[in-house]
């Protein structure tokens, strides 16, 4: 009889925009002559500038992917795991990401230790495949790709720093939380042309290199945790864009090979009843309460040497 093992919601590998919170500004404010102070609008304005041009370049990439029915994409990927003495260790991951909207998403991703995972939703269910060990599991979620990534950053409480690449209301997420953008230059060393950009928001910094055709796409993006013990990054690099690909369901969907085990879902969460202390554990994914508030951040903790 075989063991019952659980598998654990994979999410960095489920990683997809910019994180949470987005903007930066790499110019240092104009001097003023001393006789002449600034006022409280003209400092807000001078710490937080919106450069118009590079505005209009992220806008334009933000309705590009918002407004397409679909695409397809790779991302080679690197994220900074910083330790308890405070060196900070780089881990990577390449995923090949396949959206086609309203609600189908495949993603296949192989981290820098060779592990490999299949993440697919169907309109209906997430499901997680871990070819290793032939195993998956489901957890049940109806509606579009949309809902689902609010569900997994929501109600799952996910750190997702690529999410907001998939959902269509980019533009005005990107409208919310954007505090300052400047244009740095035009890059003639990256694979195409790019513009590059610097941004910054309540909780990051970031720097975006966009196509400089006419759909902007992005080429290479970093993320900066400000916020967080010894500022990791999140650094991304984008190639084989395709936009509205002719994609079936068929393509898309999550078929177990033979012998695969269907096996429970676990997400790690954090729950606090009003009349006990915080207690941590696990529980099925579709069993997690709204309010769970997960444990990891999706990155692995560090290496075992």
């Not at 110019?27 to 505005?55: K, R, T, W």
């Not at 190639?239 to 429970?264: H, T, V, Y």
């Not at 879902?265 to 696990?282: A, I, N, W, Y």
């Amino acid at each position: 009889m075989k063991s019952v093992r659980w598998l654990v919601w994979p999410a960095l590998l489920l990683s997809l925009m910019i994180a949470p919170a987005m903007g930066a500004d790499q110019q240092s404010p104009e001097q003023h002559p001393a006789s002449q102070q600034p006022s409280d609008e003209e400092q807000s304005a001078e710490e937080a500038p919106m450069d118009s041009e590079a505005l209009d370049d992220l806008n334009l990439m933000a309705d590009t992917l918002a407004q397409a029915q679909g695409f397809s994409v790779t991302i080679r990927a690197g994220f900074d795991v910083v330790q308890d003495n405070g060196q900070k260790i780089t881990f990577g991951e390449r995923r090949q990401v396949t959206l086609s909207r309203p609600d189908r998403l495949r993603i296949e991703a192989e981290e820098s230790d060779g592990k490999k995972t299949l993440v697919t939703y169907d309109g209906q269910a997430i499901t997680v495949f871990n070819p290793e060990d032939n195993v998956y599991g489901q957890v049940e979620k109806a509606g579009s790709v949309d809902d689902v990534i609010r569900y997994v950053v929501q109600d799952l409480d996910i750190r997702l720093p690529l999410a907001l690449l998939l959902v269509t209301t980019l533009p005005e997420e990107l409208d919310q939380r954007l505090e300052a953008i400047d244009y740095v230059e035009r890059d003639t060393l990256t694979t195409v042309p790019t513009d590059h950009l610097a941004g910054r928001g309540a909780d990051v910094d970031f720097e975006i290199w966009l196509d400089t055709g006419d759909t902007h796409l992005p080429q290479r993006l970093a993320i900066t945790y400000k916020n967080e013990e010894g500022a990791p990054q999140y650094r991304a690099e984008f190639s084989d864009w395709k936009l509205n690909p002719e994609i079936s369901k068929l393509d898309l969907a999550f078929n177990p090979p033979d012998g695969a085990q269907r096996i429970p879902f676990l997400v790690r969460v954090r729950r606090q009843p009003e009349d006990q202390p915080s207690t941590t554990g696990e529980v099925p994914a579709d069993k997690a309460p709204a309010n769970a508030t997960s444990r990891e951040s999706g990155s692995k903790e560090g290496p075992s040497k």
